[in-house]
């Protein structure tokens, strides 16, 4: 059984992008969080314990964190929790592992600036496209808006149901 949860921390490790055996991308990281707390006798701040998560992201998402996300880097990750019990060389432990569904800066502690990816089309080397793989031969680059280059805009718009965009 796994849990929703969202955490704030800060990436601890150099994250690592991999490939499962059958192709799909997985980003994967160790999240530290920590609660900060005015010790008022002192008036200093104070750490509390910090708790430590194993977070991977799969297919997009791992793709766009790949290219966002970096050590040190303070991030929002939402998805399904999960505590692994695991042994290895004589000793045991339980790990927290979050499967992101989300996953972005904080933008309490600075600014990032976003950029939309075109949706990915379903593969089609049919004799109408030319046997072109998909994005062969498309004269619009990556960045480039939807319509931007005087197609019909519905053929970029990702399916019904699919872009969580709420305007």
């Not at 010790?39 to 910090?50: K, P, R, S, Y």
């Not at 619009?140 to 939807?146: A, K, L, M, Q, V």
Request: charged share 25%.
């Amino acid at each position: 059984m796994s849990d929703q949860i969202t955490v704030v921390g800060t990436v601890a490790t150099d994250p690592e992008r991999r490939q499962t055996s059958t192709g799909i991308p997985v980003f994967h990281f160790r999240l530290a969080t920590n609660v900060r707390r005015r010790d008022e006798a002192t008036g200093t701040w104070v750490d509390g314990q910090t708790n430590w998560y194993a977070v991977s992201a799969y297919r997009g998402l791992a793709e766009h964190a790949a290219e966002s996300i970096r050590k040190g880097h303070r991030v929002i990750v939402s998805g399904s929790f999960k505590l692994r019990e695991w042994e290895a060389n004589g000793r045991q432990g339980v790990a927290a592992e979050i499967d992101a569904a989300a996953l972005g800066h904080d933008l309490l502690w600075g600014t990032t600036v976003y950029r939309r990816t075109a949706p990915v089309r379903a593969e089609s080397t049919t004799a109408s496209d030319g046997g072109r793989a998909p994005g062969e031969g498309d004269a619009r680059s990556r960045d480039e808006e939807p319509g931007a280059s005087g197609e019909e805009s519905g053929a970029w718009a990702p399916a019904l149901g699919s872009d969580p965009t709420p305007f």
